[in-house]
C-alpha cells in the first residue's frame, strides 16, 4: 500500500473580530505561495494579548468566518476552545498529536512577529513548525527589527523551502521561515468595528458549525 502524503495546513489564528477580505486575501495568497491543501483559521476564545472589552461571542465570530471563506479551501475552527487550550504552544502540541498525518504550517502577520518574542514558549512554537510571516503594511519594519527576529533571522529560508524543511512530529527540530511580500491589504477589524459596531447582532441567532470537528459551537462559559 502506497504511503498517504501529508496534508500541507496552514494556520491562521487569530479573533476575527469579525472576519474580512483581509484574512481570506492573505490566506489564499499563502495557500498558492507554499502550494497548502489547506488553510485553518483558528477563530480563538480569547486572546491573552488582546482586552475583551469588545470582543463579540465566538459564535459570532466563527460565523463571520465561515462566511468570509465560503467557496474555498479554507475552514474555520473554534477547536481552541474544544481543546481548552489558551496559548498558541499548547494547540500547536495538541494539534501535532491530534492530526499525525498533517503538516502544519504557521502563518503569521508582519505585526504579531513584530510582538511574537512576547508570546509563551514563542522559541518552542518556532520549533514545533515552520512559519510564514506575511507583510503587513506599516509592521514590516517593526517585526524585522523585533527581538524575536534577532535570533530567528538566522533560520530564513524562501518560501519554495519551508515545506522542504524536516518535520517535527511534536519533537524539537531546527526552526525554519520564510518572509511572504505581496500587494499590501490594509483592510481591519478594527476598521469595520467602527464602521460597523453592531456587526455581531447579524450572528446572534446562529449556532455555526466548526468546520473542522463538525460540532455546533456555543459561547464558552466563563
Same mark, same amino acid.
Given at each position: 500500500?502506497p504511503a498517504?502524503?501529508?496534508?500541507?495546513?496552514?494556520?491562521?489564528g487569530?479573533?476575527?473580530?469579525?472576519?474580512?477580505?483581509?484574512?481570506?486575501r492573505?490566506?489564499?495568497?499563502?495557500?498558492?505561495?507554499?502550494r497548502? #491543501?489547506?488553510?485553518?483559521?483558528? /477563530?480563538?476564545?480569547?486572546?491573552?494579548?488582546?482586552?475583551?472589552?469588545?470582543?463579540a461571542?465566538?459564535?459570532?465570530?466563527?460565523?463571520?468566518?465561515?462566511d468570509?471563506?465560503?467557496?474555498?479551501r479554507?475552514?474555520?475552527?473554534?477547536?481552541?476552545?474544544?481543546?481548552?487550550?489558551?496559548?498558541? /504552544? #499548547?494547540?500547536?502540541?495538541?494539534?501535532?498529536?491530534?492530526?499525525?498525518?498533517?503538516?502544519?504550517?504557521w502563518l503569521?502577520?508582519? #505585526?504579531?512577529?513584530?510582538?511574537?518574542?512576547?508570546?509563551?514558549?514563542w522559541?518552542?512554537?518556532a520549533?514545533?513548525?515552520?512559519?510564514? /510571516?506575511?507583510?503587513?503594511?506599516?509592521? #514590516?519594519?517593526?517585526a524585522?527589527?523585533?527581538?524575536?527576529m534577532?535570533?530567528?533571522?538566522?533560520?530564513r529560508?524562501?518560501?519554495a523551502?519551508?515545506?522542504?524543511?524536516?518535520?517535527?512530529?511534536?519533537?524539537?527540530?531546527?526552526?525554519a521561515?520564510?518572509?511572504?511580500?505581496?500587494?499590501?491589504?490594509?483592510?481591519?477589524?478594527?476598521?469595520?468595528?467602527?464602521?460597523?459596531?453592531g456587526?455581531?447582532?447579524?450572528?446572534?441567532?446562529?449556532?455555526?458549525?466548526?468546520? /473542522?470537528?463538525?460540532?455546533?459551537?456555543?459561547?464558552?462559559?466563563?
Amino acid at each position: 500500500m502506497p504511503a498517504m502524503h501529508p496534508v500541507h495546513t496552514g494556520l491562521l489564528g487569530g479573533s476575527f473580530n469579525p472576519a474580512h477580505g483581509g484574512h481570506r486575501r492573505i490566506s489564499l495568497f499563502a495557500m498558492d505561495a507554499l502550494r497548502l #491543501d489547506e488553510v485553518w483559521w483558528m /477563530v480563538s476564545p480569547g486572546n491573552p494579548l488582546k482586552a475583551k472589552a469588545g470582543m463579540a461571542p465566538l459564535p459570532a465570530r466563527l460565523a463571520s468566518a465561515r462566511d468570509m471563506a465560503r467557496g474555498t479551501r479554507i475552514r474555520a475552527t473554534a477547536i481552541e476552545a474544544q481543546m481548552h487550550t489558551r496559548f498558541t /504552544v #499548547d494547540t500547536l502540541r495538541a494539534l501535532i498529536r491530534r492530526y499525525p498525518r498533517r503538516r502544519f504550517v504557521w502563518l503569521m502577520g508582519a #505585526d504579531n512577529l513584530a510582538q511574537f518574542h512576547r508570546w509563551r514558549e514563542w522559541r518552542t512554537i518556532a520549533r514545533l513548525l515552520p512559519i510564514a /510571516v506575511i507583510a503587513r503594511p506599516g509592521y #514590516d519594519a517593526a517585526a524585522l527589527r523585533s527581538p524575536a527576529m534577532a535570533w530567528l533571522r538566522r533560520y530564513r529560508v524562501s518560501s519554495a523551502g519551508l515545506l522542504e524543511k524536516p518535520y517535527s512530529h511534536g519533537r524539537t527540530r531546527s526552526p525554519a521561515w520564510a518572509f511572504l511580500r505581496f500587494d499590501p491589504d490594509s483592510r481591519s477589524a478594527t476598521a469595520i468595528r467602527a464602521k460597523s459596531p453592531g456587526w455581531a447582532g447579524d450572528h446572534a441567532s446562529r449556532t455555526p458549525r466548526d468546520r /473542522v470537528t463538525h460540532r455546533i459551537i456555543s459561547q464558552p462559559k466563563g
